[in-house]
């Protein structure tokens, strides 16, 4: 065929030679060497693009059937740079069917396949070289010099992998004893708890025992106190009636009378500026006059709260002053001053814990001023005593109960950290706890493992949340490469703020980068001992399919 | 790209990298205004005084009078003046055949007080003027003859009738709409334009029938006409009003097309009871569809077809325009004797339009076809043939705002190849630069800019760059220093350089309407000048209309100053078409003149086909939006701007797979092929999606690259005949008037019907496959369908309804590389489609696929292939090139042949020595498709291949 192609200035005739001569009789001369191993060459002859495994579907001696039985044609129509077969087995060494791929050897490097579309395309795709064949471009075998670099980097990989490797061991016995630890903490605190439950149950039971009489004592000692401050208020309301009366009864003639009542303006209740007969009578108590007795039973209890003396109107306006009888404006007796703010958590823990005693309110009258008059009197020594014992019990009993709660927590946290996959073999459980932190010219990504990841500019400005842990999302088959972050700060416009952490093997614990390749999903790479799970040759070949 | 914004006044920046604190005080500004485009921001009619005054004319009163003692033929043409018998103001009159079966009329002022801006870079050269003579001449009138087409202009009332063959085809001011405010001195500048109101078209109704004798009538003022604000902005208005109208009928014309850029159907619309369609270059956020707003670019160019007849209308003018376009009956505009000339009598339908410009001359080509590609041709010789863009242009390009640094840039271009899916350019939006200082690099992201595009170079691909117009007033920056310090800012009213907001924060936008300022900018895209490029980087000129966040209608002020005095209103139509045309001088002069440029413009003007391509700008990841991308590329087409596209995907919002399947499928029959997308958006390179989909884009996208040399040949006609390449079907079937409103479908070129998929779940489409007697065929099956019929075509996910006509012949490369630029040396395959008398023909270009050297050098084959009487012939079709290729013809399949052939010989023809020989073939009877095995001769050489 070569002889029947036209010429056409020259060019051409001298070119499609040469690529039918190439095609037709270049098949290809494969050496089995590997430069680390001195064999003796052998030379394998077949088709050009056609891989060792598909070799035996080329004899030249015999028409070629397309791989997919489309078609049978003269074995000098493979490799002719026309596409016969519909699968394009035909032409492995050619650019001519479409989907089709060509097979480089590569020797001293990897094998590699590329579709059959990158040959004689003017670029060179294979080390060896093999693609390029058309006289376009010449292209040098550099797979010995590829090889020898690639094989150089692998072996500094391969130390990677491998010390990592040996790291990980670490960390799989680390996180194995951890959670060892862990279940043992666990086991050893859900026992603790049960002896602390029964010391609390204790301890409440001797509060209650001891808050019984205290509080008898106590409501004793209240209730005289009560007696007794009722008589002097009663005898106040005497003094203050009587008082009151001598000012009302204007001619002194021993009875109150309503155009005596009329003179009090307090009285006038549609404020109209007159006090009626009516109005007065209503607060008269539906008679006309009244004496004094009648007026300290039944009078002087109605109107004390609206009645104003001289003493009184001489302080205007009244209504503008919080009376002390008023309930709602009296400062309230159980406010405490606010305490330093420092302390404030603090005390709100405590008033939490101890939210359901029912201890008495026997500090009540502390802060508050008072007229030694108005004090209660101190409690005899046997209520005292009896304080003293419940008071003792409520502090063992708080006690008890703090130590419940302290194991709850802890065994809490421990439910927690024992139930995160920290990886197939716990690889990952000392990364929790930890934060890393990587710079780049605006920002500071930050990767806490297990828990955020987050973002702040450098040049100040707040942090954004870029996701809390999620779940791991590396693909099935490798379920441990990477790890989501999800519902961090929402986005304007847009979703929750989310990162995917892809993880490789590395010697240290580090973030390597951090992107937005989509608005709002971040992308950090996190290099790490953890992902070194296998070992590899600390000399690594290539190998091929010859071999 | 566009703008982020919402309300006038508010301006948006492009944000980098989240977190974004510096948005949420935008967000809340914009969050009512974040849905779709608010109206609100761009005028109506109403708001703009002009418009206005010139829509409210009724017609029929006409002051105007051609003045019959003033005829005059000169070597120019016919002059003669034209009287306002209002105010008696006297206009210059000149008519002139130019060209081939152009005319060319201009009204303009005697003696103005102020000049008016002539567009006239919209022409590629000064037309030619042609021979011409007075045929006839009485009281009333005179006619004008040149070739067969004929001018009668009619003195009272002023009107002129362009006939062709003796047929009316287009009158001018029939309506008597016409209406010319000359430059004049404000009576009374102490008392407030505002408020003086006065009756409209007071003037005409005062005119009727009086004769000239009478005083002048002093025109009213009346408000805006001095002054005028629109939202906040005040135009000052100096020179008080200057606008031009003039109305022009079609005459049993129920079609016009063209006057891009509007999100409209392809045939116009009525606007009768609505708005005009407007031409004002503008940045339209989230544009909406179906509407006459105005957008990006115009091309004040109108298309009238009917069975009978092809005219184009050509309003060279760059101020702002409006058009009104109603439905008509002939008989009420055609008069006396003119009524002979209208066949089909006074009930035949026409199409009347009103054009209204704020200021320049009244300069009106038309174009007298009467086929269409006669029109084509007659515009293009006007303005110019499109550009004939490097191969690469015409692949498929990747873009997205932003490919963030050069490791992505690197992942993408490698996304590709892993993926065995084809690409030729990877684009670069703003945030490549830094901080929107164009022609810098963010050394953070780009640090090793020539690096990176040597590496995608090395695959045979290209890079493109942005390059915007506004520019950071930032002294540190080389740009800007020069800009000001030599002066080559536009200036603000009141004479310093003009600012506005745009990405970078305060800009300045330079004078391109200078052409030292045109040539400087050229000279910045020396390789040594700007830094980091090199000559596989291309460029990307968008925000050119120019967009100004904070300014009128997101646009600068009209009486911002220009060089030569001239002010803004005066040129913005045509002042976006400046930046890339001295980017496209630039990339010239890079090269020695030696490479074709490759640019893109959002902004654009008449003429600017000479240049490089558009793309419809921030369209939105909608069916709809995928829809009125075929209308809006027609009417670019038809309107002399051949290289059009719509990015592919939409630009705003995440399409979903079908969407953006459907999307590349059609796209990848559109001249310009290019995915971009907001920054906001999700990424959406082929690979991220679901197998099938990806399947379907890489077929999309292959299917482009195997047809290269066919989309090539149609561009080289383009370049030289002014052809549009997407063409709606009537170009090639003008007397199919059921094709005359079709927009759904088109032509590529005169051989592929394309009907692209674009409805959500379709599991079919309408195809009408025109002309009688014609044969198609589906270009995948080979299936065989009669013209002249709609049929029900079935589709499945990636099938792309695409039909050969019978009768052509396409070249394809069926092998497909990396990149376009790979398959120089590759075969090809000839696909010929039988029409019923076993005929067709076809033709090819080749050419090294980047340099002029097809034009200065003639190194280029143009060949012609016609099989008929079962022989198929390669001849030279221009025997002036001459090219070497190593390109063969790998096949030839013929479709539509009713038996197998027993025996097929290749032969050479003429002196040409090849040796005879047996080809193989397959034949199959089922779609009658013969396969001829590897002819194997140079594509340069002349040879026959006969069927026996």
Not at chain 1, 152 to 162: G, Y
Not at chain 2, 96 to 122: M, Q
Request: one cysteine or more; glycine letters at 6%.
């Amino acid at each position: 065929m070569a002889e029947t192609m036209p010429c056409v200035r020259g060019i051409l005739c001298n070119f499609r030679s040469f690529l039918y001569r190439e095609m037709f009789l270049g098949l290809l001369v494969l050496h089995i060497v590997s430069p680390f191993y001195n064999t003796a060459a052998v030379e394998i002859l077949r088709p050009r693009g056609v891989s060792l495994l598909h070799k035996p579907f080329y004899d030249e001696s015999k028409p070629f059937t397309c791989l997919d039985g489309s078609a049978t044609i003269p074995f000098d129509q493979v490799n002719d740079d026309y596409c016969d077969c519909k699968d394009g087995t035909d032409e492995p060494g050619t650019a001519a069917c479409p989907n089709m791929m060509y097979y480089c050897s590569n020797k001293g490097f990897t094998p590699k396949t590329i579709p059959s579309s990158r040959v004689n395309d003017g670029i060179c795709d294979c080390c060896d070289g093999t693609d390029e064949y058309s006289g376009l471009i010449l292209c040098q075998d550099k797979c010995r010099e590829m090889g020898a670099v690639e094989l150089e980097q692998r072996k500094k990989q391969a130390e990677v992998i491998n010390k990592g490797f040996q790291m990980r061991q670490t960390l799989v016995a680390d996180g194995k004893q951890t959670r060892q630890d862990r279940e043992a903490k666990l086991n050893a605190l859900k026992e603790e708890k049960q002896v602390v439950e029964t010391k609390k149950q204790k301890a409440q039971a001797a509060k209650e025992a001891a808050e019984a009489p205290e509080k008898e004592a106590v409501d004793k000692h209240k209730q005289a106190w009560d007696e007794v401050k009722a008589a002097r208020e009663l005898e106040r309301q005497k003094e203050a009636g009587t008082a009151a009366f001598s000012e009302l009864d204007l001619d002194g003639d021993g009875l109150v009378k309503l155009e005596e009542f009329q003179t009090h303006l307090e009285f006038d209740d549609d404020v109209d500026g007159e006090v009626t007969e009516d109005e007065a009578k209503t607060h008269l108590g539906d008679v006309t006059e009244v004496d004094l007795d009648r007026f300290l039973t039944e009078t002087w209890p109605e109107i004390k709260d609206l009645y104003q003396g001289e003493k009184d109107k001489a302080k205007e306006p009244p209504a503008a002053e919080p009376t002390k009888g008023d309930p709602d404006l009296a400062p309230s007796e159980e406010t405490p001053p606010p305490p330093p703010a420092e302390e404030e958590e603090e005390r709100e823990e405590e008033e939490e814990e101890e939210h359901d005693d029912d201890e008495p309110d026997i500090d009540v009258d502390k802060d508050e001023p008072k007229t030694d008059e108005d004090e209660m009197p101190d409690y005899d020594e046997e209520t005292k005593q009896l304080i003293s014992a419940a008071d003792q019990a409520r502090a063992e009993y708080t006690e008890a109960n703090k130590k419940v709660s302290d194991i709850d927590a802890q065994i809490r946290q421990l439910e927690k950290q024992l139930g995160t996959d920290f990886g197939a073999e716990a690889e990952y459980s000392s990364l929790d706890g930890q934060c890393f932190e990587l710079e780049t010219k605006e920002y500071k990504y930050k990767l806490c493992p297990f828990d955020k990841c987050s973002q702040s500019p450098k040049h100040g400005g707040s942090e954004t949340t870029l996701g809390r842990w999620e779940s791991w999302a590396g693909p099935e088959d490798n379920k441990y490469s990477a790890m989501k972050y999800t519902k961090g700060q929402n986005c304007w416009n847009g979703p929750d703020r989310s990162t995917e952490v892809r993880m490789t093997c590395g010697i240290e614990n580090k973030l390597l980068s951090a992107s937005e390749p989509n608005r709002c999903e971040y992308v950090f790479e996190f290099e790490t001992p953890a992902m070194c799970s296998k070992e590899v040759p600390n000399n690594p070949e290539f190998s091929h399919e010859e071999l | 790209m566009g703008l982020f914004s919402c309300s006038t006044g508010a301006w948006g920046f492009r944000m980098g990298n989240m977190p974004r604190p510096k948005l949420l005080l935008l967000v809340v500004l914009c969050v009512l205004g974040a849905e779709a485009v608010d109206r609100s921001n761009f005028k109506t009619c109403d708001q703009s005084s002009f418009c206005k005054r010139h829509r409210n004319l009724q017609p029929g009163m006409s002051p105007y009078r051609a003045l019959m003692d003033t005829v005059q033929m000169t070597p120019e043409g016919l002059s003669m003046k034209v009287l306002n018998t209002m105010n008696k103001v006297e206009l210059q009159l000149h008519l002139a055949a130019v060209n081939v079966n152009t005319a060319r009329l201009t009204i303009d002022e005697i003696n103005p007080i102020r000049e008016r801006f002539r567009p006239t870079d919209a022409l590629s050269k000064e037309p030619t003027i042609a021979e011409a003579s007075i045929l006839a001449q009485d009281d009333n009138s005179v006619t004008l003859g040149f070739l067969q087409n004929k001018a009668v202009v009619t003195s009272d009332p002023f009107r002129i009738d362009f006939l062709v063959d003796d047929e009316l085809a287009i009158s001018v001011n029939s309506r008597g709409l016409m209406k010319f405010e000359q430059y004049r001195k404000r009576k009374n500048n102490d008392e407030p334009a505002e408020g003086q109101e006065n009756e409209e078209n007071q003037e005409g109704e005062k005119q009727e029938g009086e004769g000239e004798e009478e005083k002048p009538v002093e025109e009213e003022d009346e408000p805006g006409m001095w002054e005028e604000t629109f939202k906040s902005h005040h135009d000052s208005k100096p020179y008080g009003p200057s606008s031009i109208g003039l109305d022009f009928s079609f005459p049993g014309v129920e079609h016009v097309y063209g006057i891009p850029e509007h999100a409209d159907s392809f045939a116009l619309k009525t606007t009768t009871s609505g708005e005009p369609y407007r031409l004002y270059n503008l940045d339209v956020f989230e544009y909406e569809l179906h509407n006459p707003m105005a957008l990006y670019g115009s091309i004040p160019v109108m298309i009238a077809h009917n069975a009978q007849r092809t005219v184009g209308l050509f309003w060279m003018n760059a101020a702002e325009t409006w058009i009104d376009i109603s439905s008509n009956t002939a008989g009420k505009t055609v008069f006396g004797k003119m009524l002979d000339y209208v066949k089909g009598g006074s009930e035949m339908p026409q199409t009347d339009t009103h054009w209204i410009s704020e200021s320049g001359v009244i300069d009106v080509f038309f174009m007298l076809g009467p086929r269409p590609a006669e029109v084509f041709s007659q515009y293009t010789d006007l303005t110019g043939k499109p550009a004939m863009p490097p191969l690469f242009a015409i692949a498929y390009h990747q873009s997205r705002w932003n490919y963030n640094d050069e490791e992505d840039v690197k992942n993408v271009d490698a996304g590709f190849d892993d993926n065995d899916i084809p690409y030729d350019v990877l684009w670069l939006d703003i945030e490549h630069t830094d901080g929107k200082r164009y022609m810098t690099w963010d050394k953070h992201k780009f640090p090793h800019p020539v690096d990176m595009q040597d590496k995608v170079a090395a695959k045979g691909r290209k890079m493109v760059v942005i390059v915007d117009p506004h520019i950071k007033r930032d002294d540190n920056y080389h740009i800007h220093k020069d800009a000001k310090d030599h002066g080559y800012y536009v200036k603000s009213k009141d004479g310093g350089d003009f600012e506005g907001w745009c990405w970078p924060g305060s800009s300045s936008y330079l004078d391109f309407i200078n052409p030292t300022v045109r040539s400087w900018w050229a000279s910045r895209f020396e390789l040594g000048t700007f830094e980091g490029s090199t000559k596989n980087l291309f460029i990307w000129n968008d925000m050119n209309e120019p967009s100004v966040f904070n300014g009128p209608e997101v646009t600068m002020h009209k009486d911002a100053v220009h060089y030569g005095g001239w002010e803004h209103r005066d040129v913005h139509n045509i002042f976006g078409m400046y930046l890339p045309k001295s980017t496209y001088l630039g990339l010239m002069q890079r090269s020695n003149n030696k490479e074709r440029p490759f640019v893109l413009s959002r902004a654009f003007f008449s003429g600017y086909q000479r240049y490089g391509a558009v793309w419809t700008g921030d369209n939105t990841a909608e069916w709809g939006h995928l829809q009125i991308s075929i209308p809006m590329l027609l009417s670019l087409s038809v309107a002399g701007q051949s290289f059009v596209g719509a990015d592919v995907g939409g630009f705003f919002k995440n399409p979903d797979s079908e969407l953006l399947l459907r999307w590349y499928q059609a796209a990848a029959y559109q001249p310009f092929f290019r995915a971009h997308a907001h920054l906001d958006t999700r990424r959406r390179e082929p690979w991220l999606f679901d197998k099938e989909t990806m399947n379907g884009i890489r077929e999309a996208i292959r299917a482009r690259y195997a047809l290269l040399p066919y989309w090539y040949t149609l561009f080289y006609q383009a370049a030289t005949q002014g052809m549009p390449v997407m063409r709606p079907l009537w170009v090639e079937f003008p007397q199919d008037t059921s094709t005359f409103a079709t927009e759904d479908e088109y032509m590529i070129g005169n051989a592929l019907l394309a009907h692209p998929v674009t409805d959500a779940g379709a599991t079919g489409v309408q195809v009408h496959l025109p002309g009688e007697g014609e044969v198609w065929y589906d270009v995948d099956t080979h299936k065989k369908y009669n013209g002249g019929a709609t049929e029900y075509v079935p589709v499945t996910l990636t099938k792309i309804p695409v039909f050969q006509r019978g009768g052509t012949i396409v070249p394809r490369k069926e092998r497909i590389r990396r990149a376009s630029s790979l398959t120089n040396r590759d075969p090809y395959t000839f696909t010929i489609a039988l029409d019923k008398q076993g005929r067709a023909t076809g033709e090819i270009f080749v050419d090294d696929g980047h340099s002029f050297k097809y034009r200065d050098n003639n190194r280029f084959l143009h060949k012609n292939y016609l099989f008929e009487n079962n022989k198929l012939i390669s001849r030279t079709l221009d025997m002036n090139g001459e090219f070497e290729t190593k390109s063969w013809v790998e096949r030839i399949v013929i479709i539509g042949l009713p038996k197998a052939p027993t025996t097929i010989t290749i032969d050479g023809i003429r002196d040409i020595m090849i040796d005879k020989k047996n080809l193989e073939f397959r034949y199959t009877p089922d779609t009658q498709t013969l396969v001829i095995r590897k002819p194997a001769v140079n594509v340069a050489q002349n040879w026959s291949i006969t069927l026996q």
